[in-house]
């Protein structure tokens, strides 16, 4: 079974519903980043709120960063779901 294959999400309903948890949480954190930069965008107009505004930039920069990621958990957590015939093999062996 290899990564990023889309059937992998199609195996059992364990693992379609894993896979919207993971979606859910990869727009949500897609969302927070883009507010962050429209936020510290609007921040930058004046100068007295550039603090702030660096601060939301650096904030949605780690949130677009943490989006691979998700995915990257996701894919492996699906692997691991269909892998169980062989993990069954290893424990009898």
Known sequence: M???RHENREKSEAS????ARYEIAYTCV???AAFA???GSV???WASTQIPA??????????FAAKPTIR??????LYRMG???DLAQRLHS
């Open 30 to 32: 897609d969302f927070g």
């Open 72 to 77: 990257l958990v996701r894919e492996i957590h």
């Open 83 to 85: 892998d169980t015939d």
């Open 2 to 4: 290899a990564l990023f």
């Open 54 to 63: 660096t601060w939301l930039f650096l904030i949605g920069s780690i949130l």
């Open 37 to 39: 930069f429209v936020v």
């Open 16 to 19: 379609r519903a894993m896979w």
């Open 43 to 45: 921040l930058f107009f």
